[in-house]
């Protein structure tokens, strides 16, 4: 794990150390069955380890933290990374809904340019699903509804942290590329209705691909 700045003395440690590693886990940087060592965190975040502990608390409350002889990243079954899926497909497809109306010039423009280096075949799967994942916290963001970005939040289960691979063919890829700029489309025409659609069939054909990966009708 890369060493952060110290954080800020306006904002609560707790909140701090719960976004480092909730980010931390749900981008793989810390895979399922890792061990999470409260004086480790503390030295990382350069904290106590009161806020670590109320952190990790909030984390089991999520379902992204166990407690088994100490604290555990959960290794979420196949069935219940589907079951998180599925409820996405309705966060989404609001959140883009709502964002038809209130997106601005700047966030399309960003979401343009995130299209774009995804659609370099050069990138790395990695940097792919970082960027894929910063192009729907964009759509989120200008839905500008608190609601929907908490629930975002909570289904927001990446199938890269399963411990069988999950491996988009070129066809796939070339998909979620035509959904994407469906999707920009759509919002920069104001279009909810087509956006809603869009952004539902786009969660929708990640489930297809998560369940034929792991053999799940």
């Keep these: 794990m890369s060493t952060p700045p110290p954080p800020s003395r306006t904002v609560d440690r ?3 150390v719960h976004e480092r590693l909730r980010d931390a886990i749900l981008s793989a940087e810390l895979r399922p069955n890792h061990r999470l060592v409260e004086k480790e965190i503390a030295d990382w975040l350069e904290v106590s380890r009161t806020p670590v502990r109320e952190a990790l608390f909030r984390l089991v409350q999520e379902g992204l933290v166990v407690q088994r002889k100490g604290w555990v990243v959960r290794d979420h079954t196949p069935t219940e ?12 497809a609001h959140a883009a809904y709502l964002a038809a109306q209130r997106i601005t010039a700047p966030q399309l423009a960003r979401m343009e340019e995130l299209i774009e280096t995804m659609e370099d075949d050069s990138i790395s799967r990695l940097k792919l699903n970082e960027l894929n994942n ?10 500008t509804n608190t609601v929907v970005a908490q629930l975002h939040r909570r289904t927001k289960i990446n199938y890269w942290n399963l411990n069988q691979p999950v491996v988009f063919t070129p066809a796939d890829d070339e998909i979620v590329n035509t959904q994407h700029r469906q999707l920009v489309t759509a919002l920069r025409d104001g279009d ?3 956006a809603a659609r869009v952004a539902r069939q786009h969660v929708e054909n990640t489930a297809r691909i998560i369940r034929a990966a792991l053999g799940i009708k």
Aim: proline fraction near 0%; avoid cysteine.
């Design 14 to 16: 707790a909140d701090v």
């Design 134 to 143: 910063v192009f729907h916290d964009i759509i989120t963001e200008a839905s």
């Design 81 to 92: 990374i589907l079951e998180m899926i599925e409820a996405r497909s309705g966060v989404e």
């Design 192 to 194: 909810g209705e087509t």
